[in-house]
């Protein structure tokens, strides 16, 4: 399954809020009516961190700032205003079918 | 709080073997309710997910095909402890190797990364 996102380098406005596009070539929608989609954000210098699993749910200690939303093929993580501290690479992850598959990543700075 | 932590060379010389192992604290690598993974990260390929293993009443494996006839994914029951065997080596294997974590089909524990390196 490949993964794209958009765009791929985001400037943002402390207190603005931000949105990530991304979409896989088949549907993540699994039988069981959970999307298998999840997002990640990579600090500078650091693994990433989980943001998102099954497209909407936050991850335990993850702002609600950050919500995900979205089925089949596309998907929107949303930043409702954001803070210094949220600059970094965006990721999408599909954990539907072996290989797991990521997108090309989303580059956010402050403007 | 689980804790990976990773150990392994820094350099590796083309056709040889890579060996990474990953400590796990705060769980067991043989808990049934998550998967163990490995994932790397280059310039020139991104985040690529290379493989896991998990423990549901027996042993699974899964593979990406760009891995699948070099790599080996072991779990260390006697350490609590998660191993990655990478087979003839070449430059693009160049990468930060990540031990990770899958619960509720998100990865949410990484490892620090081992960046590891192909060359003579």
């Known amino acids: 399954i490949v993964m794209t996102q958009s765009p791929l380098s985001l400037p943002v406005t402390p207190g603005e809020p931000a949105s990530i596009s991304c979409r896989s070539s088949?549907?993540?929608?699994?039988?069981?009516?959970?999307?298998?989609l999840s997002w990640y954000l990579q600090k500078p210098g650091q693994s990433p961190q989980l943001l998102i699993y099954l497209g909407s749910n936050r991850a335990s200690g993850v702002p609600d700032r950050f919500s995900g939303s979205g089925s089949g093929t596309d998907f929107t993580l949303k930043i409702s205003r954001v803070v210094a501290e949220d600059v970094g690479v965006y990721y999408c992850m599909q954990v539907l079918q072996i290989p797991f598959t990521f997108g090309p990543g989303t580059k956010v700075d402050i403007k | 709080q689980v804790q990976l932590l990773q150990s392994g060379p820094g350099l590796v010389k083309p056709s040889q073997t890579l060996s990474l192992t990953c400590a796990i604290s705060?769980?067991?690598?043989?808990?049934?309710?998550?998967?163990w993974d490995w994932i790397r990260q280059s310039p020139s390929r991104g985040l690529e997910w290379l493989g896991r293993?998990?423990?549901?009443?027996?042993?699974?494996?899964d593979y990406a095909e760009s891995v699948r006839n070099r790599m080996t994914i072991s779990p260390d029951t006697s350490r609590n402890n998660l191993l990655l065997e990478l087979i003839s080596v070449t430059p693009e294997d160049t990468a930060l190797y990540y031990c990770?974590?899958?619960?509720?089909?998100?990865?949410?524990?990484w490892g620090q990364g081992t960046a590891v390196t192909v060359s003579s």
């Open positions: 088949q549907s993540l929608l699994h039988s069981n009516g959970y999307n298998f």
């Open positions: 293993t998990y423990y549901r009443s027996r042993w699974f494996y």
């Open positions: 990770v974590r899958g619960y509720s089909h998100g990865m949410d524990v």
């Open positions: 705060g769980d067991s690598v043989s808990d049934n309710d998550v998967s």
